[in-house]
């Protein structure tokens, strides 16, 4: 499926969601390749996939989740000179995947929820700070 303004894709039970290039458009593509972190969907795959496209232009957001599962997606994210930004403990639900990302040192920023969505427009407004 190509990727359009305005439109959020989930990845559905038991597949992980990429995005490539095809020609001039960027596509989402599932894969049910082995689990990551012990899971099907991983957001890792989905990460390093952004990464790989976008490098420095790609913004990680890790938001309530159990386990560790983001965090070896966001090592790459950061590698690529782009922010990570995690949720912090007192919104989350479960702190576990924003909590690994916040203490591997990888963030830029360990935010509210409430904030998260004008932190990320101001990144994409011209202050990737």
């Not at 990464?51 to 790459?76: F, H, I, K, P, Q």
């Amino acid at each position: 499926m190509e990727l359009r303004p305005g439109h959020i894709l989930l990845a559905p039970g038991d597949y992980h969601l990429e995005i490539a290039r095809e020609t001039d458009r960027t596509v989402a593509r599932l894969s049910q390749s082995a689990p990551v972190n012990f899971c099907r969907p991983s957001v890792d795959p989905l990460f390093r996939s952004v990464a790989e496209l976008y490098g420095a232009e790609a913004c990680a957001v890790v938001l309530t989740g159990m386990g560790s599962d983001g965090c070896n997606g966001a090592r790459v994210i950061a590698a690529a000179g782009a922010p990570v930004i995690a949720q912090d403990e007192a919104t989350s639900v479960v702190w576990g995947m924003p909590r690994s990302a916040a203490q591997s040192g990888l963030c830029s920023a360990v935010l509210p929820l409430d904030r998260m969505a004008a932190n990320v427009t101001r990144l994409f407004c011209g202050d990737r700070r």
